[in-house]
């Protein structure tokens, strides 16, 4: 197991509705208030990382949303030490606003913005403001020209680059981004051509929920493939953390995210979802399998199972990190009260239980 300290992201809340389509009580906001003092919440309760999500339509309960790049920057100028990973889709975006504009956010805000490269999933939004809906794989091949472009732009002078979607010529980006070679870059995905492109160009890939087993599978897949390119590529999973001082306590919530699911949003989430997911040749796309219950967490955050004890909860996160996941990333019901809960009760036994381990492994 690795000696890296398993790092924490959570799901910025910048879309109305939080993180479960259920009608269940959420003491969450989308609002800029709620989310800076969140952010500094979770710096102080040890966090890493904050993820914006990108969305340009309503549906699903997910009413109102903040555009990820400008709420990133507002979540930066708040915090000190925090980075956040804000969400780009190609397509709307190009690598050369995209470069630009986080190569300033990135001196502005001390080195501290990072990207999550997201490829589409969901054709109704396409649709609606006039994007072109590309096949699954040729969305990815895309999404691999993005990082492609990004990247040379942000490493090198005279930057020239002839692909099928994006071309530059003899490009000299200043200023350069501060974080050296470049922001770091994620991806989301399970099917079969987002490993492929996580192992050719991506710094990390995020994963859907999914158990120890079904990630370790992934994982394998992805270091052997990154591995053949010569590239290295760290892991993100997935999980809705209840974590409440008895289990009774933390099951009896979830349970009740499940009984108040609103089924037709589930249902026509789950509609565009799956044909997402099945929507890749292999037939492993993110939700391909996902039950209902699955989809009422919109990455299929439960099936992780941090949800019980913060004991419980400590040992099965240090068990992710057996199977080669670096980085959890969490979505709250109550963020700002779980957030601290997290970082108080959770956190400290993570560190315990990677102390152990290490002391272990060095006897
Ligand atoms: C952690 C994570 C965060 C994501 N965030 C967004 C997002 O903010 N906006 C979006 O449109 N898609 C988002 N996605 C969707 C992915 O970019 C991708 O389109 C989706 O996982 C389907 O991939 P697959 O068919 O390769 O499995 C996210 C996925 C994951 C796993």
């Known amino acids: 197991m690795s000696h890296v300290p398993v790092k924490f992201a959570y799901w910025v809340p910048n879309v109305s509705g939080g993180l479960v389509v259920s009608t269940i ?6 609002g800029i208030d709620y989310n800076r003092k969140l952010a500094q919440l979770a710096e102080q309760a040890g966090f890493d990382y904050a993820l914006t999500q990108i969305r340009f339509t309503a549906g699903y309960g997910a009413e109102y949303q903040h555009e990820s790049v400008a709420f990133s920057h507002a979540l930066l100028a708040a915090t000190e030490r925090l980075k956040v990973i804000a969400a780009i889709l190609p397509g709307p975006w190009n690598p050369a606003l995209a470069a630009k504009q986080l190569a300033t956010i990135d001196q502005l805000t001390n080195g501290r913005v990072a990207i999550n490269l997201v490829s589409g999933w969901f054709k109704g939004e396409f649709h609606g403001i006039g994007e072109p809906w590309l096949d699954h794989d040729e969305r990815y091949r895309r999404s691999e020209e993005f ?66 087993e079904g990630i370790r599978a992934q994982v394998e897949d992805l270091r052997a493939k990154a591995a053949a390119n010569g590239h290295s590529i760290k892991v993100g999973v997935n999980a809705f953390v209840i974590a409440r001082d008895t289990e009774a306590e933390a099951r009896a919530v979830l349970d009740e995210i499940i009984a108040k699911a609103n089924p037709e949003a589930v249902q ?52 992710l990190k057996a199977v080669g996941v670096d980085l959890v990333l969490a979505g709250f019901l109550h963020f700002q009260e779980e957030v601290e809960y997290f970082g108080r009760r959770v956190l400290p036994l993570v560190r315990e239980l990677e102390a152990r381990a290490a002391a272990q492994a060095a006897a």
């Open 25 to 30: 009580e959420q003491r969450t906001h989308w």
């Open 147 to 212: 990082i492609r472009a990004l990247k040379g732009i942000w490493t090198q002078d005279s930057f020239s680059f002839a692909g099928d979607f994006y071309r530059f010529r003899n490009y000299t980006l200043k200023p350069k981004p501060l974080q050296q070679p470049h922001p770091e870059i994620f991806q989301g995905g399970s099917s079969r051509a987002a490993r492929d492109m996580a192992a050719r160009v991506s710094d990390w890939y995020f994963t859907n929920g999914n158990t120890p």
């Open 268 to 319: 026509a989430f789950g509609h565009e979802a799956r044909n997402a997911g099945a929507a890749s040749p292999e037939g492993e796309g993110n939700w391909a399998k996902s039950s209902f219950e699955d989809l009422v967490q919109y990455n299929d955050g439960f099936k992780t199972n941090l949800i019980g004890t913060p004991e419980q909860i400590a040992e099965r996160i240090v068990a």
